[in-house]
Nanobody, 121 residues
Framework: QVQLVESGGGLVPPGGSLRLSCAASGRIFRIYIMGWYRQAPGKQRDLVATITYDGISNYAEDVKGRFTISRDNAKNTGYLQMNSLKPEDTAVYYC???????????????WGQGTQVTVSS
């Protein structure tokens, strides 16, 4: 069984910064794509950013220039650096991994439990 655990969320004032971490554990062969998604109360879960195994990233339009996604393949860990935070960034942030385990011949999606980010004075 593969598990993803997010950490680093919390309360931050507008204009502040947070760094989220996503640690994957288990019998992982390769994490092809790692991504961050967010969901505010009563709203759908939206893409924030994704990054490939080789470090190619893409971002939602409303976070470009403020957020940076990265990963450490040796540690099976992903990160989301969030700068210039706005109240509208408030949401539960979820880590996602498209991966293959050592026992699998096909990739599957795994989700973390989420971490709360609140941007408020």
């Amino acid at each position: 069984q593969v598990q993803l655990v997010e950490s680093g969320g919390g309360l931050v004032p507008p204009g502040g910064s947070l760094r989220l971490s996503c640690a994957a554990s288990g019998r992982i062969f390769r994490i092809y794509i790692m991504g961050w998604y967010r969901q505010a109360p009563g709203k759908q879960r939206d893409l924030v950013a994704t990054i490939t195994y080789d470090g190619i990233s893409n971002y939602a339009e409303d976070v470009k220039g403020r957020f940076t996604i990265s990963r450490d393949n040796a540690k099976n860990t992903g990160y989301l650096q969030m700068n210039s935070l706005k109240p509208e960034d408030t949401a539960v942030y979820y880590c996602n991994a498209r991966l293959r385990t050592v026992l699998s011949t096909t990739p599957s999606d795994v989700w973390g439990q989420g971490t709360q980010v609140t941007v408020s004075s």
